[in-house]
């Protein structure tokens, strides 16, 4: 779209409804023809590549931190380990959570064609997510407590507690970061997320090995270098937003309207965040129940192998998640239920056959696997045994996780959030504990309840989706979009 269409449509109504109505009654009742089926193949790819790059680059920022961690002995490894998994679960998981609501407001106001409202939608999220990390600030300075109080080794909790404490300034970054590329993600102006991504981790790879190795920090220079990273790729982002040509019709400068809707923004925001934290720490209680088991150390380093494999693998349902999101909301936004639920037809097909080869893969490489990270025998053999848990996983991960993009995108986050109570933590993790600790099966136990629960978690979603009116959909929509435009005419 040209500057001048933009222009044109900023005068616009808010959705032409009476246009809308007219071409949707009109289509009633045909089918989608095939190109408009490649035409949106064409748009999600063009979304789904970035995202992965991009989601893989952010990614790559811990695995560096931890390799160089892991060349300073095991107690560096196991407090930064701990710290990270701790940071992920008491901060990183939330403000991946409360920031993912922009899916929902700054997509279906992009669809509707009102660019103006996405700054403010991205401002308000801002200052709702910084203020929110001034509490897990102070939960972070205390992990060292926090830990030790919790049972953990002394030694391993006071080290964990030095490193988080050095990470507090990431989760700041870390929030105006997902701000951002929310913003620009639901406009499908993805690329300058790989730039600055990429960017921020090219320089990471150097500034951590000379803060690791080169400064008396040691094992704390990871956590230096991991703040700077983000700090990195946030204010690269943040001046790509106000300078480029491309976010001169969403981004129109710094506004007292952002204040006021903030409940809204809450009510959104906080099942996002549950939605989404409930299935991070079901992956990190994993890690612990790990460590109860008998042989530790056996089931500890395997389940690491199994959860990194399963995270790098996830990159790509990820992306797929967010292309789904990005496509659900703007065609909600722009008053197309067809074309709504043609987007979540055409990338729950690229995420079955995705999961499908890399299922394949899997299954014909487990035995060899193991050996990228170790060369002991007993641990590459029980490595081959769960991957094929892991593949199963994974193929329904990638399910879930487009129709927890869906979920995002048409608001429904609320109900997400109870499927995952649900699918986890009242099936998932009981089984896990039956087959574990009651029929002693050990780390397989533990990946069949996890994989069960992802089962029952993309049945749910599934049938939520597939009972989901669009057209009241839409409705939703609009009203949502009016409800965010009548708050700012008010205050301005």
Same mark, same amino acid.
């Given at each position: ?84 998994? *701790? ?22 106001? !992009?669809?509707? /064609? ?41 030694? +391993? ?5 030095? *490193? ?7 989760? *700041? ?16 102006? #993805? #690329? ?50 106000? *300078? ?29 965040? #549950? ?91 487990? /035995? ?45 986050? /609320? ?8 699918? !986890? !933590? ?14 002693? +099966? ?7 309840? +996890?994989? %069960? ?20 959909? %839409? ?7 009016? /409800? ?9």
């Amino acid at each position: 779209m040209n500057a001048e269409e933009q222009a044109g449509d900023l005068e616009s109504p808010l959705i032409p409804f009476a246009d809308q109505e007219h071409d949707y009654q009109a289509r009633k009742g045909q089918q989608l023809t095939r190109d408009e089926f490649f035409v949106e193949v064409k748009k999600q790819l063009l979304l789904v590549g970035p995202l992965v790059s991009s989601n893989f680059l952010l990614f790559c920022i811990q695995v560096v931190s931890v390799m160089y961690v892991g060349h300073l002995g095991e107690l560096a490894l196991s407090g930064a380990s701990m710290a990270t998994s *701790f940071a992920s679960v008491t901060g990183i998981s939330l403000m991946i959570g409360m920031g993912s609501a922009l899916d929902t407001f700054c997509g279906q106001s !992009y669809g509707a /064609k009102q660019y103006h409202m996405l700054g403010i939608h991205m401002q308000r999220a801002m200052i709702v997510l910084l203020l929110v990390s001034i509490p897990l600030a102070v939960v972070w300075a205390n992990t060292g407590f926090i830990l030790e109080f919790l049972g953990q080794d002394p030694e +391993i909790s006071a080290a964990a507690g030095e *490193f988080a404490c050095y990470m507090i300034p990431s989760l *700041f970054a870390y929030a105006i970061l997902q701000c951002h590329s929310r913003f620009l993600q639901t406009q499908t102006n #993805v #690329v300058p997320m790989i730039v600055t991504t990429g960017t921020a981790t090219l320089l990471h790879l150097l500034i951590c090995w000379l803060l690791v190795y080169k400064t008396s920090l040691g094992y704390k220079g990871a956590a230096v270098a991991n703040c700077i990273a983000y700090w990195i790729n946030a204010l690269l982002l943040f001046l790509y937003v106000r *300078f480029s040509p491309s976010c001169k019709h969403t981004w129109t400068g710094f506004s007292k309207e952002a204040f006021h809707g903030i409940l809204s923004f809450l009510k959104l925001s906080i099942p996002s965040a #549950v939605m989404i934290s409930l299935e991070m720490w079901c992956f990190e209680m994993m890690v612990l129940l790990s460590g109860l088991l008998p042989n530790p150390k056996l089931e500890t380093s395997v389940l690491s192998i199994s959860l990194n494999t399963c995270a790098l693998t996830y990159m790509i349902p990820l992306g797929l998640g967010g292309a789904a999101s990005t496509r659900v909301s703007n065609e909600l936004g722009a008053g197309k239920p067809q074309l709504a639920h043609l987007s979540v037809c055409v990338t729950l097909s690229m995420v079955v056959t995705e999961g499908i080869v890399v299922v394949a893969v899997m299954i014909l490489g487990r /035995k060899v696997w193991g050996y990228c990270y170790t060369s002991d025998k007993e641990v590459v053999e029980y490595v081959g045994e769960i991957l094929l848990w892991v593949a199963i996983a994974h193929f329904f991960d990638g399910i879930q996780s487009v129709l927890s993009g869906v979920i995002r995108g048409s608001g429904q986050q /609320k109900i997400g959030a109870y499927v995952n109570l649900g699918a !986890y !933590y009242l099936i998932g993790i009981p089984i896990s504990i039956i087959l574990a600790f009651v029929l002693h +099966i050990g780390g397989k136990g533990l990946w069949i309840g +996890i994989t %069960v629960a992802l089962f029952v978690q993309a049945v749910s979603l599934s049938i939520i989706v597939t009972c989901t009116n669009w057209e009241k959909e %839409v409705k939703k929509a609009s009203d949502r979009v009016h /409800k965010t435009m009548a708050v700012t005419d008010a205050v301005s």
